[in-house]
């Protein structure tokens, strides 16, 4: 039966994917005590990764959007590191977003609202956080954004 936080995903019209696996040598999370730490999450979903360098072949918009897909992705691994328990989710603490931004761009916040906004709407209080949002010249794969979050977690 699903909780209380997937409900709300599934009223969302969100299913969360299998939490994707690490493309090198790294592990997808780290828990210790009661904090998870969520590596990089690139900006794929089922039709595959959404590339594109803001500034340049890519809006605000699209780029949000991408972000959005970042932060299910998060979502995901947060739940593998939960045992398939999402309502064991505390609270969201920090997201850092990169954004594959040209030089001259400067609404990176823009961009990572996707994420934070989704997380807000998903988990009410409990998706509020800390944030960095940063360009990078590029990112793995040519995607448009990745994102890293520390969650707390019972």
Do not use: W
């Not at 969520?38 to 595959?48: E, F, H, L, P, T």
């Not at 605000?60 to 989710?89: F, P, Y």
């Not at 807000?120 to 793995?140: I, N, Y």
């Amino acid at each position: 039966m699903a909780g209380t936080f997937e409900t709300r995903l599934s009223e969302m019209g969100v299913t969360l994917p299998d939490a994707p696996a690490p493309a090198a040598n790294y592990v997808p999370f780290v828990v210790t005590g009661n904090t998870v730490y969520v590596s990089g999450q690139i900006s794929m979903d089922a039709g595959g990764m959404i590339t594109g360098k803001l500034g340049d072949d890519m809006d605000v918009d699209a780029g949000a959007a991408a972000a959005r897909v970042c932060a299910i992705n998060l979502l995901a691994q947060v739940k593998a590191a939960c045992g398939g328990d999402l309502d064991r989710l505390v609270r969201v603490v920090k997201l850092v977003g990169f954004v594959n931004s040209t030089a001259d761009f400067g609404d990176q916040p823009k961009v990572i609202n996707g994420a934070s906004d989704f997380m807000v709407e998903a988990l009410g209080e409990a998706g509020r956080h800390a944030r960095s949002a940063v360009s990078a010249a590029s990112l793995p794969f040519g995607v448009a954004v990745e994102i890293e979050g520390i969650f707390e977690i019972l």
